[in-house]
């Protein structure tokens, strides 16, 4: 990644901004008249805006990526965002997500708002780009946070939530139980050091994710053991939370590396994504993943 002395600029001198608005995001209506408005309140150029379906999403990704755009914007739901960040981390351009979709990890970690009207006016308030950090597994990169194990059951029930089908997600529950409960165990390593011998459930979340992090430099690894189902049913519909952490059979710690050995392979949701990563598994932070034109998370979290 380039140095941020030399990439440095302030809000009001990008000279080709590009807007990207995934119409078939959860709550993203086509914002083109409105954003040019207040780029132009802002004294910015009028922005290049691609209002797409998602069909065309990716080639207009890959244009932004290769026409000479300075400052990238995209509006739509994480999938959409965790795209828009990898393609300006590529170009080595800042980058500012705007909340279009429901759950909107990343501009909500970035802005500390779901109004992209909001998000949009506290990013152009900014007075230059900074490093956002995010996690690394091989080529793989992740800006929010990777679940390990059997997760793709959670995953389902979730995606009920987020939906607003709370009925169909508490249904999924006994199936997200037998899960960690069956599933094959794994080690765990963090920095180095023995955390967890026979882990079911691994959760590491990029430090812009925590609410409180104790280390802003660190991810926060949250581990499950495999436990009876009386037991996991204690824990209960948390499992679909954040607030199954807060379980005392869960362990927790931060680290700058995180290492998952015992299988030969293994599922992991990294922002929502599946994939299937063969074993040994290595995590590590990378401080200086993308330039987000955002202000730092200290005045994010004073401001919530």
């Known amino acids: 990644m380039p140095n941020l002395a030399s990439t440095t600029q302030t809000a009001h001198s990008f000279q080709k901004p590009s807007v990207i608005i995934n119409l078939g995001s959860g709550s993203a209506d086509d914002i083109t008249d409105e954003i040019c408005d207040l780029f132009d309140a802002s004294g910015l150029p009028k922005p290049q805006v691609h209002a797409v379906d998602p069909s065309k999403l990716s080639g207009v990704l ?68 900074r490093w956002q950090s995010a996690g690394k597994i091989d080529e793989h990169i992740f800006f929010c946070g990777a679940i390990m194990g059997d997760p793709t059951i959670m995953s389902e029930a979730r995606e009920s939530v987020r939906d607003g089908d709370e009925i169909e997600a508490v249904k999924r529950v006994p199936d997200i139980m037998s899960a960690v409960a069956g599933g094959l165990e794994f080690s765990i390593d963090v920095d180095g050091d023995e955390f967890d011998r026979a882990s079911g459930l691994l959760r590491v979340s990029c430090p812009a994710m925590q609410d409180s992090p104790d280390a802003p430099t660190k991810f926060e690894v949250a581990s499950l053991p495999q436990l009876s189902l009386g037991r996991l049913i204690a824990i209960g519909a948390k499992a679909l939370t954040s607030e199954w952490t807060d379980s005392p059979d869960v362990k927790t710690a931060h680290a700058r590396q995180v290492s998952v050995d015992g299988q030969q392979t293994c599922d992991v949701l990294l922002d929502g994504e599946s994939h299937r990563l063969s074993c040994p598994i290595k995590i590590s932070l990378e401080p200086e993943a993308v330039l987000v034109l955002a202000p730092s998370p200290k005045k994010i979290k004073e401001k919530s």
């Open 62 to 129: 890959e244009q932004v990526g290769t026409d000479q755009t300075d400052l990238l914007i995209v509006f739509g739901g994480d999938g959409t965002c965790m795209a828009g960040a990898k393609v300006a981390r590529k170009s080595e351009i800042p980058f500012i997500a705007l909340p279009g979709g429901t759950m909107n990890l990343l501009p909500k970690a970035l802005y500390g708002t779901n109004d992209w009207r909001e998000a949009l006016d506290i990013a152009l308030s900014t007075d230059e780009p």
